[in-house]
């Protein structure tokens, strides 16, 4: 059987395209693998387990029914909802991941992440990241009234986007130096992780062994999924809007 891996979904209400082929993704391909991982920023925003609306139950009811139909489930934060909590785990039955984590796959031990944290020549994101993920920062914010949560997470948002837009590339994408750390820091030779929008595989030299860091697509104008199985790791992207023969 095999391993999915999937992140940057960004679901929300106001993109029905993405969630009906994520949807149709858990009733097909989901459905016949052994575990399916999403790596990070699985919804545009979270407010905490506490402001769930309709929507967001929707999509934990789908993947209870994946979950219970024999299909484990991995979630790890991302930037967007790393508010996400054990009662919406519960309620989705899925496992909550730290960030990072190490899994085996074909014999191997890969390194998971969602992938900001490598982006380290963003300074001011990263200041911005350890103030957000600090204790006592995720206390106050869980404890803020709803109304000002949904505030901020709309200014954060609108920032993010007007900040990236002005950002260097190379400043909004992963630091060569700190993934090799990362690697050598955890032994591995595969790295996984998503968040920069960038699909690709990545060959590298680690010690003057071949390693590679595998970037996860971003579900927009298409959806990615990155496959394990006994032939290896493969990613492919597929159409939004499912072909009328597939099932």
Same mark, same amino acid.
């Given at each position: 059987?095999?391993?999915?891996?999937?992140?940057?979904?960004?679901?929300?209400?106001?993109?029905? @395209? #993405?969630?009906?082929?994520?949807?149709?993704?858990?009733?097909?391909?989901?459905?016949?693998?052994?575990?399916?991982?999403?790596?990070?920023?699985?919804?545009?925003?979270?407010?905490?387990?506490?402001?769930?609306?309709?929507?967001?139950?929707?999509?934990?009811?789908?993947?209870?029914?994946?979950? @219970?139909?024999?299909?484990?489930?991995?979630?790890?934060?991302?930037?967007?909802?790393?508010?996400?909590?054990?009662?919406? $785990?519960?309620?989705?039955? $899925?496992?909550?991941?730290?960030?990072?984590?190490?899994?085996?796959?074909?014999?191997?031990?890969?390194?998971?992440?969602?992938?900001?944290?490598? $982006?380290?020549?963003?300074?001011?994101?990263?200041?911005?990241?350890?103030?957000?993920?600090?204790?006592?920062?995720?206390? #106050?914010?869980?404890?803020?009234?709803?109304?000002?949560?949904?505030?901020?997470?709309?200014?954060?948002?609108?920032?993010?986007?007007?900040?990236?837009?002005?950002?260097?590339?190379?400043?909004?994408?992963?630091? *060569?130096?700190?993934?090799?750390?990362?690697?050598?820091?955890?032994?591995?030779?595969?790295?996984?992780?998503?968040?920069?929008?960038? *699909?690709?595989?990545?060959?590298?030299?680690?010690?003057?062994?071949?390693?590679?860091?595998?970037?996860?697509?971003?579900? @927009?104008?298409?959806?990615?999924?990155?496959?394990?199985?006994?032939?290896?790791?493969?990613?492919? *992207?597929?159409?939004?809007?499912?072909? *009328?023969?597939?099932?």
């Amino acid at each position: 059987m095999s391993v999915l891996f999937i992140s940057d979904l960004h679901l929300e209400a106001e993109r029905p @395209d #993405i969630t009906r082929a994520f949807l149709h993704f858990l009733t097909t391909r989901a459905a016949r693998a052994e575990a399916l991982y999403i790596l990070g920023d699985f919804f545009e925003a979270w407010i905490g387990d506490d402001g769930m609306d309709d929507f967001q139950h929707a999509i934990a009811r789908a993947l209870r029914e994946l979950s @219970d139909g024999g299909t484990r489930i991995y979630l790890m934060h991302g930037n967007r909802d790393f508010l996400i909590g054990k009662a919406f $785990c519960r309620e989705a039955g $899925c496992t909550l991941l730290r960030d990072p984590s190490l899994v085996r796959l074909n014999g191997e031990t890969v390194l998971l992440m969602h992938g900001d944290s490598l $982006c380290t020549l963003d300074t001011a994101y990263m200041k911005l990241r350890r103030w957000l993920r600090n204790p006592l920062s995720l206390f #106050i914010l869980r404890n803020l009234p709803l109304a000002k949560r949904h505030a901020l997470a709309r200014k954060l948002r609108k920032e993010s986007r007007a900040q990236t837009s002005m950002k260097a590339s190379e400043i909004v994408d992963v630091t *060569p130096d700190e993934v090799l750390r990362v690697m050598r820091q955890h032994k591995v030779r595969t790295l996984i992780h998503g968040h920069t929008h960038r *699909p690709a595989t990545h060959e590298l030299q680690i010690d003057g062994k071949p390693a590679q860091r595998i970037v996860l697509g971003d579900w @927009d104008r298409q959806g990615w999924v990155l496959q394990a199985d006994a032939s290896g790791l493969h990613q492919t *992207p597929f159409p939004l809007t499912p072909s *009328p023969v597939e099932h």
